[in-house]
């Protein structure tokens, strides 16, 4: 969706998993400290590149870390991995890595084989380079229940562009594989979709192949917001679905059963659409403004998309809705292909929940209403709520579900009670302040402790953000794509 409400976009971070419950057990990778060079660990070369001798690879005492690291070193277009021995995952589980560069562009990939079975993608990236200055990056990346009970083992690789010779590594230290206990790993429901951390979305170029600016928008802009709309609702690491995106001409979205479809008539010039008159928006351009609904609109279907969905429950669209809705207004970076700057539209959202009849203004009062919430009772009941509505925990099957283990524990009123204090509030000028919320809720670390406890004077008018009707889409929900104001 993505209708009069704005948002913004993101920068390249990779935020810190901080969501998974684990008990700490012994790294089931067997020397991936490399302290014992590389024992248990097996390189192979891809592409031999243009350069005689290369790709090489082996351990080595970095001054500045001052214990062995593996390197693989792969100049003049060459690709090489180093494998570790196979394992046996018992439990869901976290790796972690820390990773580094040395001077000329590399990338540098993480993946997880199954043997005898597929190779999973978890990461692929350009690392910091140690010699201009920068720090090594350490990673953590979910292995999912789809690994659960198999032999599997972690594949560390390195290419370069055949225009790269010089300094050409990827560096690998304190590689580990630790399971989570049974008890952390039992609480969610059987996926019905790959679920890993890392690389966490697919693009089908059938229609765009010829669009690479396309591409780099996609690419850039999903990946690098994936994590943060994750921790923003609150949905644990080993529950994120990846996300195959599809694009297509036209405007408005949809997202529903681990595909994410995106219209991306922007690109083209057409159906651009004019900032409002007021708020931060209103002296973009027509182009730039019309971008930022473009990454608006992928945020609010990725968040659609990358919970895991029990295929039982109650999920009414108010609540799903306004939860993607809310999502992506909390992004509050530039844009990582627009570098528009998202300005939190404070106004515009409040201005257009209370002001415009479009029935999608419904999703603009939703997300509203979750703003208002969370600014004066914490942003862990909500949470709580997405895990209910989600269903990884117990499912929601009734509206008075949603009271009794939502709104009450969480607020200690109900839906009626809180949708008129709300009302009430907007009507006496309450303006949210999105950037305030989100750099006192869950920025950078997600981890959402109650701020604010005001007590609210409640009176009596019937909420009205509702779309009441009842989502029961395995997996998702479709969003009708509306013409623009
Ligand atoms: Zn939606």
């Known amino acids: 969706m993505q209708r009069e409400m704005l948002v913004l976009l993101s920068s390249l971070l990779l935020v810190p998993i901080s969501h998974h419950a684990l008990v700490v057990g012994q790294n089931l990778l067997q020397n991936g400290d490399f302290n014992d060079g590389l024992a248990h660990w097996n390189p192979g070369i891809l592409d031999p590149g243009s350069v005689t001798g290369y790709p090489k690879w082996g351990t080595r005492v970095y001054q500045f870390r001052g214990d062995p690291s593996a390197f693989l070193d792969a100049p003049g277009g060459a690709f090489a991995f180093l494998d570790s021995d196979f394992f046996l995952l018992p439990h869901p589980g976290i790796l972690t890595a820390t990773m580094w560069g040395n001077h000329d562009p590399v990338v540098l990939g993480v993946q997880v084989r199954i043997e005898a079975g597929p190779i999973y993608v978890l990461d692929s990236f350009d690392p910091p380079k140690t010699e201009f200055g920068q720090n090594p990056v350490t990673r953590e990346y979910t292995l999912g229940p789809e690994l659960v009970g198999k032999s599997i083992a972690i594949r560390l690789l390195c290419r370069s562009e055949p225009v790269y010779f010089v300094g050409t590594f990827c560096n690998f230290d304190d590689v580990s594989v630790t399971s989570e206990s049974v008890a952390t790993s039992t609480a969610g429901p059987s996926a019905e979709y790959p679920i890993l951390h890392g690389q966490y979305v697919d693009i089908d170029w059938s229609k765009f192949h010829d669009q690479p600016e396309v591409a780099a928008w996609a690419k850039a802009t999903a990946d690098a917001q994936y994590q943060y709309l994750a921790g923003a609702q609150g949905v644990p690491s080993q529950h994120i679905r990846r996300s195959l995106i599809h694009l297509d001409t036209g405007i408005g979205g949809w997202a529903g059963g681990g595909e994410v479809e995106v219209r991306v008539d922007w690109f083209f010039g057409l159906n651009l ?167 006192e809720q869950h920025v950078p670390e997600f981890a959402g402790s109650p701020v604010f406890t005001v007590a609210l004077l409640m009176t009596l008018v019937i909420c009205r953000l509702a779309i009441t009707k009842p989502v029961f889409r395995r997996g998702g929900m479709r969003d009708k794509p509306v013409p623009p104001r």
């Open 273 to 439: 659409a004019s900032p409002p008159e007021s708020g931060p928006s209103a002296s973009m351009s027509q182009r730039d403004y019309s971008l930022q609904r473009l990454d608006a609109e992928l945020y609010h279907e990725i968040a659609h998309n990358m919970a895991v969905v029990a295929r039982q429950g109650y999920r009414p669209s108010w609540f799903t809705e306004a939860l993607g809705t809310w999502a992506q207004s909390s992004v509050s970076q530039d844009g990582a292909y627009t570098r528009v700057r998202a300005q939190m539209e404070d106004v515009f959202w409040t201005d257009a929940a209370y002001d415009n009849p479009d029935p999608f203004a419904g999703y603009g009062k939703g997300a509203l209403f979750l703003w208002w919430l969370v600014g004066r009772f914490g942003i862990g009941g909500l949470h709580t709520m997405v895990s209910q509505c989600y269903g990884y925990e117990e499912p929601w099957i009734s509206e008075q579900d949603i009271d009794e283990r939502g709104f009450l524990p969480w607020t200690h009123m109900t839906r009626d009670q809180l949708s008129r204090g709300f009302y009430d509030s907007v009507r006496s000028g309450w303006r949210v302040d999105i950037r305030l919320v989100v750099n």
